[in-house]
């Protein structure tokens, strides 16, 4: 076991103790419990005799190591000395403090009433990822090879050069065993359809990557098939995420392929897609270079992408209308797809193209419910699998309750292949040693305070923490507050910025106040910095720093801003970020360690969006999420269900139905509508969904003729 995954395990360990303390009792898994002790704290005698006893040979630098990492902090006696033996972990610390948070010292807290529990579930460690596809070993490895060598019938050198790009893309990493199981089901599979179910980073975009590089690869090598792929995301921000991975494995990919004499292309297809080369400049959107993993991509003169750093350039990269057509590959969401199926521009993502398509992958899948769901499966697929026979479909997700039941209403296709986690690893029995660590909290807002001002404190004692971080030279923590309504996000983010104005947090930082008592803050800082930045707080000289912790993130925002939160993120800053549901899907970010979320959400989309924490090793797999139940009946009654509260705690959505609302009469006759223009647009008569069929509409002729023209498509298709 490696030296950080000594500290991953020891860090629940210790976490599970405080606790027991925290809730006055023996905790089990999935429970709630009050915070009956905020003022706790752990000896550090106590915890080396602890850790000892849980088989850690080295406690004493354990300890050590987590303290200098700041996951382990001193509570201090003394305002001026950082000497003590009591400790606390970050993570619970962080829980107490904001059960208690108040706008005064002595003043009763905004929380009424705070419950948490803690949830652990299996993801894989760095080691478990070694499998590597290799014709010599006698394992998994030698399966797994073997399958590839059949998947592109028996040509050695084309499989050799599929599992090169694939070790040059994991680096010095490999796959897991779940990975390595599914990617070999799914090759093999003669079905159609196939759902990835799998927790948060357990690597299900790795599966489905490089299922696509080889069904490509088979498809232009060996077939000389020009039939493309699609990737429909539900978010702008979750596209632009994934975009990167796919460019670094194409950049790998087509420096392999240059001795067949291919080369695989890539396109963006949505609103911010450009429409000539003359505005090709400035940032790719906000990716960075995978090659250099610094510099920003750009425009270069000629319109072609290159790192602004490393220079390295990524002709495969297709960046106006006119040419996204030609792509390879070509990412795109349901909102923009069900456009490009009524139009006919040349060049251009049409129903030509999608008239064209071997393979469809729809990540975060569960998005997809109710009309959502209706419109995808009735308005688009329908369409695109009539004129695509044999088409296959890919969906990945990590919360579908009855995967089997909703998959197959979503595509059509009752014969689909399910590749569950927890069923696949309780079928090979290891080789995922990992765990997550999820303190998951609910906290009830007082009715006589504003739950938006809770916000507000809430992210100042989160940017606080940051700070201070950054002053003791540690990582900073991200945290990450969930408000679905803009207005009211607006609002949270002006009324922090009205707080560090007024001076906050410099109430936090006397001398006056203990470092036990959930009121203070100084406790984060070096004991010889305390001081000054108590009178840096006093005298509003901290509102510089602090301001510029905090961003927003949302559509209402310009692009160039969203993609400056998203490189803020990646580079690991500590943020705090005001979010609505743009960060709520599988977007990766490392440092994500705190999660507050506003209002009672389906459990699927708090599941999803407490997911963003803990995701990496960076943050010892660990994430404390709060739920802040609003003083609104319906919130306070969903706390009283048992069904909501077990789910929650479980972390567990098996409860729920997602429903696919296909038969709605208004979809249905969407559909026909769409399915009549698709068929205009595919004999190339004008649908006018863009200039490039003859859009938009300018007069009532015009649009009597168009009108008349889908009439006629629709008669005919009933006799």
């Excluded at 799914?186 to 357990?202: D, M, V």
């Excluded at 044999?390 to 009855?402: E, G, H, Q």
Aim: aromatic share 10%; charged share 25%.
């Amino acid at each position: 076991m490696s030296n950080i995954e000594k500290l991953i395990r020891a860090y629940h360990l210790i976490v599970e103790k405080e606790a027991s303390i925290i809730a006055g009792s023996n905790i089990r898994e999935g429970e709630w419990y009050s915070v009956n002790d905020p003022r706790y704290y752990l000896e550090r005698d106590e915890l080396k005799k602890f850790l000892r006893s849980q088989n850690f040979g080295d406690p004493d630098k354990i300890i050590e190591d987590l303290i200098k990492q700041g996951f382990l902090i001193y509570l201090s006696d003394n305002f001026r000395s950082a000497e003590t033996n009591k400790l606390r972990s970050l993570h619970m610390d962080v829980l107490v403090r904001s059960s208690q948070i108040t706008t005064q010292h002595g003043r009763p807290p905004y929380i009424l009433s705070c419950k948490f529990t803690i949830k652990k579930s299996r993801i894989p460690f760095r080691e478990d990822r070694k499998i590597i596809p290799n014709e010599t070993s006698d394992d998994v490895s030698k399966s797994l090879w073997d399958t590839i060598f059949s998947f592109f019938n028996g040509r050695a050198d084309l499989a050799n050069t599929y599992i090169s790009i694939m070790k040059d893309y994991l680096k010095n990493s490999g796959l897991d065993a779940y990975q390595a199981g599914v990617l070999r089901k799914i090759l093999l599979s003669e079905k159609n359809t196939h759902a990835i179910i799998a927790p948060t980073g357990a690597g299900k975009t790795e599966i489905y990557l490089f299922y696509l590089l080889a069904t490509l690869m088979k498809l232009r090598i060996l077939e000389k098939d020009e039939r493309k792929a699609l990737l429909i995301y539900p978010r702008r921000s979750l596209a632009l995420d994934q975009a990167y991975r796919l460019i670094k494995l194409l950049s790998i990919a087509n420096d392999r392929l240059k001795k067949y004499n291919s080369i695989l292309t890539f396109a963006i297809r949505d609103g911010d897609t450009l429409r000539h080369l003359k505005d090709a400049k400035g940032s790719f959107r906000g990716i960075i270079c995978p090659h250099c993993e610094k510099g920003p991509l750009v425009y270069g003169k000629g319109g072609e992408i290159v790192c602004d750093g490393c220079k390295k350039e990524y002709g495969f990269i297709k960046t106006i209308r006119g040419e996204t057509g030609k792509a390879d590959i070509i990412a795109t969401n349901p909102w923009a797809l069900e456009i490009r199926l009524i139009d006919s521009a040349l060049g251009d993502v049409d129903i030509k193209a999608l008239s064209n398509l071997h393979l469809m992958l729809f990540d975060e899948a569960h998005e997809y419910r109710g009309l959502s769901g209706g419109i995808l499966g009735s308005c688009i697929l329908d369409i695109i699998k009539e004129n695509n026979p044999n088409l296959k479909l890919v969906f990945s997700s990590a919360t579908i309750p009855n995967a089997r039941s909703f998959i197959s209403k979503l595509s059509g296709d009752s014969n689909c292949e399910i590749y569950n986690f927890e069923d696949i690893i309780d079928l090979i029995g290891n080789g995922i040693s990992g765990e997550k660590l999820v303190i998951l909290s609910y906290l009830t807002i007082n009715p006589n305070y504003s739950w938006n001002t809770y916000c507000q404190l809430w992210a100042v004692f989160m940017a606080f923490i940051a700070y201070a971080y950054k002053r003791r030279e540690l990582k900073q923590p991200q945290s990450l507050v969930f408000i679905n309504n803009i207005r009211e996000l607006r609002r949270a983010h002006s009324g922090y910025i009205e707080n560090i104005r007024l001076g906050e947090p410099k109430d936090h930082l006397s001398d006056g106040i203990e470092s036990r008592d959930p009121y203070c803050y100084w406790h984060y800082l070096p004991s010889e910095q305390r001081e000054e930045v108590y009178q840096s707080a006093r005298s509003r000289k901290l509102y510089e720093e602090l301001e510029k912790k905090v961003y927003e993130m949302h559509s209402q925002l310009p692009r160039e801003e969203r993609e400056e939160v998203i490189r803020r993120l990646r580079q690991e800053d500590g943020l705090v970020v005001f979010s609505t549901s743009s960060l709520e899907l599988g977007v990766d970010y490392d440092g994500v360690s705190f999660i507050l979320n506003s209002g009672l959400d389906n459990p699927i989309s708090l599941i999803q969006r407490i997911g963003r924490g803990g995701r990496n090793y960076k943050t010892l797999n660990t994430v404390l999420g709060l739920i802040l139940i609003r003083a609104i009946p319906t919130e306070i009654l969903r706390i009283y269900d048992q069904n909501f509260i077990r789910a929650l705690s479980e972390m567990s959505s098996e409860d729920y139905s997602l429903f696919v609302t296909r038969d709605n009469p208004q979809i249905l006759k969407r559909a026909m509508l769409i399915e009549s223009l698709s068929k205009l647009a595919m004999k190339g008569l004008p649908t006018y969904a863009s200039k490039g069929s003859k859009g938009p509409i300018k007069d009532l002729d015009t649009l009597q003729s168009l009108i008349k023209d889908i009439v006629e498509e629709i008669v005919n298709e009933e006799e």
